[in-house]
């Protein structure tokens, strides 16, 4: 029997609640879970998550990655926030943190 991959949250239905993108040729899979947004590598091991509290926990209605300098567009409602990739002091990982 093979094992199956188990992500972090049930990702949020709709078309546009997924996205590929990259960092310095690093790629990585963003999607929303709820009110947070769930960043994996590309063997699916989880990198981080944006917790969504910060936006009153308003549910996540699409995002997008961009495939060149990896910043993450999301929709909370009516607001848009964009975040970018910042290179971590003392790096344990060959995946960069956001």
């Known amino acids: 029997m093979n094992r199956h991959q188990v992500l ?6 709709g078309d546009h609640c997924y996205s590929v993108g990259s960092v310095e040729g690093v790629p990585f899979t963003a999607y929303a ?6 960043i994996l590598a590309s063997n699916f091991q989880r990198v ?9 926990n308003v549910q996540v209605g699409c ?3 961009s495939t060149d300098v990896g ?3 999301a929709a909370y ?4 926030c964009i975040y970018e990739p910042t290179p971590l002091l003392h ?3 060959s995946h960069v943190s956001f």
């Open 77 to 80: 409602g009516t607001e848009v």
């Open 33 to 38: 879970s709820g009110c947070n947004i769930v």
């Open 48 to 56: 981080q998550i944006i917790p969504g509290l910060m936006h009153g």
């Open 71 to 73: 910043k993450i567009a």
């Open 91 to 93: 790096q344990s990982s």
């Open 63 to 65: 995002l997008d990655s």
């Open 8 to 13: 972090t949250g049930a990702a949020n239905a």
